[in-house]
C-alpha cells in the first residue's frame, strides 16, 4: 500500500527559508515522477513543482526562481527547498506520485510578514 508522509513544516518569517520532506513507500520510488501541491482553505489545491525519474523538473510560475525539488531514489524520498518565502507561500503542503490520486496528511507551511 502506498504511503505518502510529509514533514518540514513551521512558522517562518517573510524572506525565510524551509526545506519539506515526502517520505514514499509501498512503490517503486525511482520510477515515479513526484510532485508538491499546496491548498490553502477554502481553495482548490493548486500544483507547485513536479519532478521526474530522470531528475528533471517543472515549476509553477508562482515559485519558480525561489523552491527547488530534488529527490533521493535511496531514500526514497522527494524534497522541496523552498526560499524567499512569501506569505502568499502560506498553505498546507502535499506530495503527490504522479497520475495517483492518493494525498498523504500534508504539512503545514506559514510564512508571517
Known amino acids: 500500500q502506498v504511503q505518502l508522509v510529509e514533514s518540514g513544516g513551521g512558522l517562518v518569517q517573510a524572506g525565510g527559508s524551509l526545506r519539506l520532506s515526502c517520505a514514499v513507500s509501498?512503490?517503486?520510488?525511482?520510477?515515479?515522477?513526484m510532485e508538491w501541491y499546496r491548498q490553502t482553505p477554502g481553495k482548490q489545491r493548486d500544483w507547485v513543482a513536479r519532478?521526474?525519474?530522470?531528475?528533471?523538473?517543472n515549476y509553477a510560475d508562482s515559485v519558480r526562481g525561489r523552491f527547488t525539488i530534488s529527490r533521493d531514489n535511496a531514500k526514497n524520498t522527494v524534497y522541496l527547498q523552498m526560499n524567499s518565502l512569501k506569505p502568499e507561500d502560506t498553505a498546507v503542503y502535499y506530495c503527490?506520485?504522479?497520475?495517483?490520486?492518493?494525498w498523504g496528511q500534508g504539512t503545514q507551511v506559514t510564512v508571517s510578514s
Open positions: 503527490r506520485i504522479f497520475g495517483i490520486n492518493y
Open positions: 509501498g512503490t517503486t520510488f525511482r520510477t515515479k515522477t
Open positions: 519532478i521526474f525519474n530522470n531528475g528533471n523538473a
